[in-house]
């Protein structure tokens, strides 16, 4: 498995930018996917970007156009920019790795979330 920590949250006006990153530790055989989602209070989780091992990005419809999902060279950090913010982006922001185990089982692994508050 591998720990994933993220940073970055905070409170933000309508309009304004933040960029979130998540610190990977660990190791795994082979990572399929970085993601990020977001549950907002009383929402189900949602993805709101993936980038994959082959640096293939897709976005949620509401965020298209707004935020990037990028890493790093090393494969340590993965981020989120996000511009444009709006208060129905406010929700815990989640990082979350996808892929195989040194012991060829999937492997699923979670931040703990970081907090992101758009206001009016």
């Known amino acids: 498995q591998v720990q994933l920590v993220e940073s970055g949250g905070g409170l933000v006006q309508a309009g304004g930018s933040l960029r979130l990153a998540c610190t990977i530790s660990?190791?795994?055989?082979?990572?399929?996917?970085r993601n990020w989602y977001r549950q907002a209070p009383g929402k189900q989780r949602e993805l709101v970007a993936t980038i994959t091992s082959g640096d293939n990005t897709n976005y949620a419809d509401s965020v298209k156009g707004r935020f990037t999902i990028s890493r790093d060279n090393f494969e340590s950090t993965i981020y989120l920019q996000m511009n444009n913010l709006s208060p129905e982006d406010t929700a815990v922001y989640y990082c979350n790795v996808r892929g195989i185990g040194y012991d060829w089982r999937n492997t699923d692994s979670w931040g703990r979330g970081t907090q992101v508050t758009v206001s009016s």
């Open positions: 660990g190791s795994i055989y082979k990572i399929n996917s």
